[in-house]
């Protein structure tokens, strides 16, 4: 039997499965941060500064105020203490360490050249030899960046720039090495993943392909309460070859559940533990990034909102700005706020505020308190408002 939802419906589905029903505390923790993270699966990792980088925000628009440091500590602080790992999950991301194990058999593919763009793959064949004098360097000097193997070499050899950071790509996608901190403008350095990942983790045995697959197929489910199949497999960024057998396999122990959404064209899935709030009282800013919006699609199909990022846009040629964030207020995204964390100046710069059509009358109170909560978040004594206009 085939359930079917309201749009409405769903989309309170998904912003309960991404914790947006949860009321935010007057202290934050790492109990809390570990769980939203746990909860999500993974935060995006990107290294634009414009305002904040956006690993930060997705902890930030559920939770309120954190302590940055409590994430860095999980990410990059000593092996013992760690609860975060680096890897190619839906992008680079920070990922839980008990996904580590079910995203070897994605190392596995790149180490046999099977995964990757043409440039890495070369890298597991015939310029292997390459990739494994710059393992072996890591391995007997310690933990180096990218920058390390800049040493003065001619530009045919192999210790060029492109040459070396395509081979610690490669390295780095097939599990050998891995992110043990990052340094000045957010430069990872690189370790022997044995140096790095804690020993308990390295010693869960191997899930084969399909058992790993399916895990995160569901991990997917979890994360997003309501979603069609490509969206289940865009999570953790899997093929069809991939992810397809882990749906059919959920979907006949009962733990996804066939449902129709309305105004949707494609089939959808709703995770058997999916909560359904009779409303959701957000209010939060969202980061280009937030796995609640990162699929673009997804975004229109739940909320009717375009949106696409324009970091890369001519300016003269943007609609909206250059680092937008969307607004959500209740259940329905109402904005939209190009932002600029000025530190110089110490001011939380919203340049322009585009609001969307069926934006409620409380929206620029409830959008200023959310500003006024991030400048403190960030250190900054003010928020200066731009231009307010109304989204066609």
Excluded: C
């Amino acid at each position: 039997m085939t359930l079917t939802l309201s749009l409405k419906q769903a989309r309170r589905i998904a912003l309960a499965a991404q914790g947006f029903n949860q009321r935010m505390l007057p202290q934050v923790g790492a109990r809390q941060l570990r769980r939203t993270h746990d909860r999500l699966g993974l935060f995006q990792i990107d290294s634009v500064n414009v305002l904040t980088r956006a690993h930060y925000l997705p902890a930030f628009s559920r939770l309120g105020p954190y302590d940055p440091a409590l994430l860095e500590s999980d990410a990059w602080g000593p092996r013992r203490q760690r609860r975060m790992f680096e890897y190619w999950a839906h992008e680079a991301s920070l990922l839980p360490l008990d996904l580590q194990p079910h995203l070897r058999w994605r190392m596995a593919k790149a180490e046999r050249g099977e995964a990757g763009y043409a440039g890495l793959r070369r890298f597991a064949t015939e310029r292997r030899a390459e990739a494994e004098a710059i393992l072996n360097r890591i391995r007997n000097d310690g933990p180096l960046t990218a920058a390390d193997f800049e040493d003065g070499r001619s530009k045919s050899g192999w210790w060029e720039w492109s040459h070396a950071k395509h081979a610690l790509e490669w390295l780095f996608w097939a599990g050998l090495i891995t992110t043990t901190t990052r340094r000045g403008n957010f430069a990872r350095v690189y370790d022997l993943s044995e140096r790095v990942i804690p020993q308990p983790i390295r010693d869960l045995p191997t899930p084969d392909d399909a058992t790993a697959q399916r895990h995160l197929v569901e991990r997917s489910a979890r994360a997003m309460g309501v979603a069609t199949a490509a969206d289940l497999r865009d999570y953790f960024r899997l093929k069809p070859d991939e992810g397809d057998h882990a749906i059919t396999t959920l979907a006949e122990e009962g733990i996804l559940l066939p449902v129709k959404v309305e105004g949707w064209s494609q089939k959808a899935w709703m995770h058997r533990d999916a909560g359904l709030p009779r409303r959701i009282e957000a209010g939060a800013l969202l980061a280009p990034f937030d796995p609640l919006i990162w699929a673009r699609g997804r975004a229109e199909r739940l909320f009717g909102f375009h949106y696409r990022i324009e970091i890369y846009v001519p300016q003269d040629k943007r609609t909206h700005g250059y680092y937008v964030l969307p607004f959500l207020l209740g259940d329905t995204l109402v904005a939209r706020v190009d932002l600029k964390a000025d530190r110089q100046a110490g001011v939380l710069r919203a340049r322009r505020i585009a609001l969307e059509p069926a934006a409620p009358p409380e929206t620029i109170d409830r959008l200023t308190f959310e500003l006024d909560r991030m400048a403190a978040w960030l250190a900054l004594a003010s928020v200066s408002l731009g231009e307010i206009a109304r989204s066609i």
